[in-house]
């Protein structure tokens, strides 16, 4: 994989300064990564915005359908889908005026990732944001 995708200026920026987080694939079920990780984020006082074609609420935080939906700034798309939806999701980060996409652990699609990057957007992939938060912060 291309070390851009794994960028320590990076990560360290999109866990430290970004604001709004939306959650590509967060629904209700608290044994999926994806809640795991949102709630995680939504602790250290980021805002969650959950998107998902079928659940209505979660965390406390009202759920989109698709990222067009979703007002305002977007600082960082988590990609929780599975690799082969990967890009769809990168492509409407970019269209959605996103700043940056991150594909967690297991979802490698370099072809987005480039995409991504060529839209000036920052990329990080196949990283665990909690692992990344943790390693930075001693939490």
């Known amino acids: 994989m291309d070390d851009r995708f794994a960028d320590e200026v990076v990560i360290k920026r999109l866990l430290g300064e970004s604001e709004t987080w939306a959650f590509v694939g967060l629904g209700e079920d608290p044994e999926r990564t994806a809640y795991q990780q949102a709630r995680l984020l939504q602790a250290r006082g980021k805002k969650i915005i959950p998107v998902h074609p079928s659940a209505t609420s979660v965390?406390?935080?009202?759920?989109?359908?698709?990222?067009?939906?979703?007002?305002?700034?977007?600082?960082?798309?988590?990609?929780?889908?599975?690799?082969?939806?990967?890009?769809?999701?990168?492509?409407?980060?970019?269209?959605?005026?996103?700043?940056?996409?991150?594909?967690?652990?297991?979802?490698?699609?370099?072809?987005?990732?480039?995409?991504?990057?060529?839209?000036?957007?920052?990329?990080?992939?196949?990283?665990?944001p909690g692992v990344e938060w943790a390693l930075r912060r001693g939490a």
């Open 59 to 128: 965390l406390g935080e009202r759920v989109y359908a698709s990222l067009a939906e979703v007002p305002g700034k977007i600082d960082v798309v988590g990609v929780y889908r599975r690799t082969e939806f990967a890009g769809q999701v990168v492509d409407e980060a970019i269209a959605a005026d996103a700043g940056a996409v991150w594909l967690p652990l297991g979802v490698i699609d370099e072809t987005a990732a480039r995409r991504a990057l060529d839209a000036g957007l920052d990329v990080v992939m196949d990283r665990c």
